[in-house]
Each structure stands twice: as C-alpha cells, then as structure tokens.
C-alpha cells in the first residue's frame, strides 16, 4: 500500500500555492459566445495535512476565464472557510455550518457564484474568485445546503435540499431567480440514508434514498455506510406549496446513485430517472479509495453503471435497468433540458476495477440507443464535461460545447479542451500553467449572469 493515500497522489495530488496567470495560449479558435469564467472546485488540503477521506479535504476553486477569442487568465484559490484554518465541524452546540470544506462543487445563482459542499452553508465567491463569507439567505436557510442544486431551466428558481442524518432528515428549498427569498419544507417519510443528488421534472421533485446510511461506526469523518437493512427507494414531491405532505416514496433494487443526470415525465405521465448506480462491491471497493484502506478499486469510482429508473405513479411499480455496461460517472446534459425529455447525455467512463484502460468522454444518443466515445491516452484525466450551448445552434439539443479539463500525468500539465458536443472533436485547446488537480464538479458561468 502507499504511503500516501490514493486522493494525495497521481492526478490528485494538491497543489501548495495560489497562483494567477494571463494571456494564456491557446489552439485553435475559442467560439465567442465562450464570454465568462469555467469555474471548478477540487479537495486540496494545505500541505502537509492528511484528510481522514477524500472528501475532508479543504475546497479549492480554479478558474479560467475566457473572453473575445482569448483565455484571459488561470487562478486558484482555496475557499477560505473556518475550516481551511482547522475549526471543527461538530462543537458542543452542534454542527457549525460555516466550518464547510466547501470544496464539492461552485456554481451561480442570483448573481453570486457559491462554492458548496453538502454539509454546510455554501461560501459565497467574488468573481476573482477570492472568498467572500458563508451566504444563508440574509438568515433564512438555517440547515446545510446539497452540493448538486437544480435551477428550472423556466423559472430561474433554483431547487436544493439538505440531508441529515438526524431528524429533520430531509427539507427541501426553493430561492426565488433573484437569490433573495427562500421557501422551506420538511418532507416526511425520510430516512437517515444519504441524498447526494436529486432530480426535478416539470411537475414533480425527485429524490433518491440507496443503501447507504448513516454509519456511527464509520471514523473517517464522513459517517456513512452501506447496509443491507436499509430500503432502497424513490421519493416523488409535487413540486410547489404543500407538495411535501403528498411525497409518494417507491421501493427499488439495493444500490446507491451518487450523481443523476436528469429526470422527466414521458408521454404516458411516468416518471424517468437516469444515472449511475453501484452494487454493494462497487460502493465498498469506491468508498475504500475514498478513505484509502485496503481492498479498493483502482480508481475512485468502481462499479457504476449508467441506470435507468421508471416509476409508474398510477400502478406503484418502477421498472429499473442497466442502460449500457460502460463503468462511468459525472452524467451531464444540457442544463436547458434540465426536468425535460432529454436526447444526448454525456458522462466520463473510467478505466476497469483493476485499473486496465483508459478514461474517455461518452455521449449516449437515447434516441438511437448509439454510444460515441472520446477517448484520451494513458496518464490522460478528462473532467466532468460542462455542456455550453452554440450561439447558433438553431436549438438543436446537443449544438453546444463541453468544457472539460486534462489531467495530463506524462507532461505534469493540464489543458482546457472546448469539445464539440455533437461529435466530441476539439474546437481548441488552452494551456494551463501548472497540472491542475482532478477535480470533482464545476460550472460555466458567462459574463451576463455575473453582471452587477
């Protein structure tokens, strides 16, 4: 076994300094409607600091900003938390809500870029990304917020949910477009089971309880895990006033989904969820990479295979199935789609439990049941693809650009591709600076949205 854990080493090795860079150089020709900063958040501990799991690590964003056919600049900055100075989470009063890694995922709402881990408050961003203080809603959100929040593509409105492993168990929030009012319900019938994504449909919020469960046993710091007693089930919550008290939850297969790429309702009213799940094997070999025991897979995701769910709410019964036997994770689509039928999905496939091929970007064409793979060489890491639409796309679903960042062991460099995300050719490439860290989730933020 190494001396270092898997999450201190290889493609996720921390860097130890905040750096800027300009004028960075670029190939090819970057479309213009790439006007705003790619922003992605990472686990990187200071050094000489060991986390317990990969995900203790104190968050770190990088970002890169584009603009008029240039890439501006590269920075990084760590989220300046109480915890990055080593205030505890857990106090004699409880958790403290600001002592967040901050470090799972950063996106915008109402004009201000959050940088979110799902055990706290999020931690608002300037658009230099330097840390501004944990942001609450002026006061009204008074539990953690998730790290995988939903905007409505319609409304503007974005939907997210806190999970605990005490009651409340699970209360689900709506802010208003403008980031300034928040609505708040709990929703009964929850367990202690860990929710890490969710889903919403045009009608309806979707959530997702697996086989994983709050663990007092667990002394990595995260205190979840699996077990066989515990249900496997899909939570269906009208969307909207009340919608809680008519929650509707369904029995499924054991397993766990970490990450969903969508949810929607067919023509026949039922409700169709898609994203990756593991088995028992796949979530232990995972978690042991996690947390750097024994007995782990070669990579942090083993065992995850792309997942489909369809619940019938008049007859009560889903229907679950393996929709391809790729080992994959980070399932995107366009963001446009989001609660709609959606054609393309994308997702980064892994090499085998063993450690045995190579990464590559996928994109699934649901429509045709066709699979397209962008495979990348040895040494080679891709990011989690950020789906842009094409300023003239003529609104076809998949005219767009994925952004996605190479983890590149062979040269100790990253780059930034612009992907055509119709059949997955590079459009341009930028140099980075330094090797960036495999990171987990990020955004696309254009200028518009930061604007005043």
Same mark, same amino acid.
């Given at each position: &076994?190494?001396?270092?854990?898997?999450?201190?080493?290889?493609?996720?090795?921390p860097?130890?300094?905040?750096?800027?860079?300009?004028?960075?150089?670029?190939?090819?020709?970057?479309? @213009?409607?790439?006007? +705003?900063?790619?922003?992605?958040?990472s686990?990187?501990?200071?050094? +000489?600091?060991?986390?317990? #799991?990969w995900? %203790? +690590?104190?968050g770190?964003?990088?970002?890169?900003?584009l603009?008029d056919?240039?890439?501006?600049?590269?920075?990084?900055?760590?989220v #300046?938390?109480?915890?990055?100075?080593?205030? @505890?989470?857990?106090?004699?009063h409880?958790?403290d809500?600001?002592?967040?890694?901050?470090?799972? #995922?950063?996106? *915008?709402?109402?004009? !201000?870029l959050?940088?979110?881990s799902?055990?706290?408050?999020?931690f608002?961003?300037?658009?230099?990304?330097?840390t /501004?203080?944990?942001?609450?809603? *002026?006061? %009204?959100?008074?539990?953690?917020?998730?790290?995988?929040?939903?905007?409505d593509?319609?409304? +503007?409105?974005?939907?997210?949910?806190?999970?605990?492993?005490?009651?409340p168990y699970?209360? #689900?929030?709506?802010?208003?477009a403008?980031? %300034?009012?928040?609505?708040s319900? *709990?929703?009964?019938?929850?367990?202690?089971?860990?929710?890490h994504?969710?889903?919403?449909?045009e009608?309806?919020?979707?959530?997702? *309880?697996?086989?994983?469960?709050?663990?007092?046993?667990?002394?990595?710091?995260?205190?979840y895990?699996?077990?066989?007693?515990?249900?496997?089930?899909?939570?269906? &919550? @009208?969307?909207?006033a009340g919608?809680?008290?008519?929650?509707?939850w369904?029995?499924?297969?054991?397993?766990?989904a &970490?990450?969903?790429?969508?949810?929607?309702?067919?023509?026949?009213g039922r409700?169709?969820?898609?994203g990756?799940?593991?088995g028992?094997?796949?979530?232990?070999?995972?978690?042991?990479?996690? /947390?750097?025991?024994p007995?782990?897979?070669?990579?942090?995701?083993?065992?995850?295979?792309?997942? !489909?769910?369809?619940?019938?709410?008049?007859?009560g019964?889903?229907?679950e199935?393996?929709?391809?036997?790729?080992?994959?994770?980070?399932? $995107?689509i366009?963001?446009?789609?989001?609660g709609q039928?959606?054609?393309?999905?994308?997702?980064?496939?892994f090499?085998?439990?063993?450690?045995i091929g190579?990464?590559?970007? /996928?994109?699934?064409? !649901?429509s $045709?049941?066709?699979?397209?793979?962008?495979?990348?060489g040895?040494?080679?890491?891709?990011s989690?693809?950020?789906?842009?639409?094409?300023a003239?796309?003529?609104?076809?679903?998949?005219?767009?650009?994925?952004?996605?960042?190479?983890?590149?062991?062979?040269?100790?460099?990253? !780059?930034?591709?612009v992907?055509?995300?119709?059949?997955?050719?590079?459009?341009?490439t930028?140099?980075?600076?330094?090797r960036?860290?495999?990171?987990?989730?990020g955004?696309?933020i254009?200028?518009a949205?930061?604007?005043?």
């Open positions: &076994m190494s001396a270092k854990p898997p999450y201190l080493t290889g493609h996720y090795t860097v130890a300094d905040e750096i800027t860079a300009t004028d960075l150089t670029v190939e090819g020709t970057l479309p @213009p409607e790439l006007t +705003g900063r790619l922003i992605r958040n686990h990187n501990p200071k050094p +000489g600091i060991t986390p317990t #799991h995900f %203790k +690590g104190s770190m964003v990088h970002g890169i900003r603009r056919g240039r890439a501006e600049w590269y920075r990084n900055r760590w #300046h938390t109480p915890a990055l100075d080593g205030a @505890p989470y857990l106090t004699e409880g958790p809500l600001t002592a967040s890694t901050a470090g799972t #995922h950063v996106i *915008e709402h109402g004009g !201000r959050l940088a979110l799902e055990a706290a408050l999020p608002e961003l300037t658009p230099g990304l330097e /501004v203080g944990a942001f609450d809603w *002026e006061g %009204k959100l008074t539990t953690a917020m998730t790290a995988h929040p939903k905007e593509p319609a409304t +503007g409105e974005l939907h997210f949910f806190a999970s605990s492993p005490l009651p699970l209360v #689900h929030h709506v802010s208003s403008d980031g %300034k009012e928040l609505r319900q *709990e929703v009964p019938g929850a367990t202690a089971a860990l929710k994504d969710f889903a919403l449909t009608r309806y919020v979707v959530f997702l *309880e697996g086989s994983v469960t709050f663990d007092p046993a667990e002394h990595s710091g995260i205190p895990g699996w077990s066989d007693t515990q249900p496997s089930r899909i939570g269906v &919550m @009208p969307r909207g919608g809680a008290a008519r929650v509707r369904f029995d499924v297969a054991p397993g766990y &970490m990450h969903l790429a969508n949810a929607y309702e067919d023509a026949d409700i169709v969820v898609e990756p799940s593991v028992r094997q796949g979530w232990q070999r995972s978690w042991n990479w996690w /947390v750097g025991a007995d782990r897979g070669a990579e942090p995701n083993s065992g995850a295979y792309a997942t !489909r769910w369809t619940v019938d709410l008049a007859t019964r889903v229907a199935e393996r929709t391809d036997d790729l080992v994959v994770e980070f399932p $995107t366009n963001d446009a789609r989001t039928h959606h054609r393309y999905q994308y997702a980064l496939s090499p085998d439990d063993l450690g190579n990464h590559a970007l /996928v994109k699934y064409d !649901r $045709t049941g066709a699979r397209r793979l962008r495979p990348f040895t040494g080679q890491l891709p989690e693809a950020v789906f842009v639409e094409a003239d796309g003529g609104g076809a679903e998949d005219a767009g650009y994925l952004l996605t960042v190479v983890s590149d062991l062979n040269t100790d460099a990253s !780059r930034l591709l992907v055509d995300a119709s059949d997955l050719a590079t459009v341009a930028v140099h980075l600076p330094r960036v860290p495999a990171m987990i989730h955004s696309w254009p200028d949205a930061l604007a005043g």
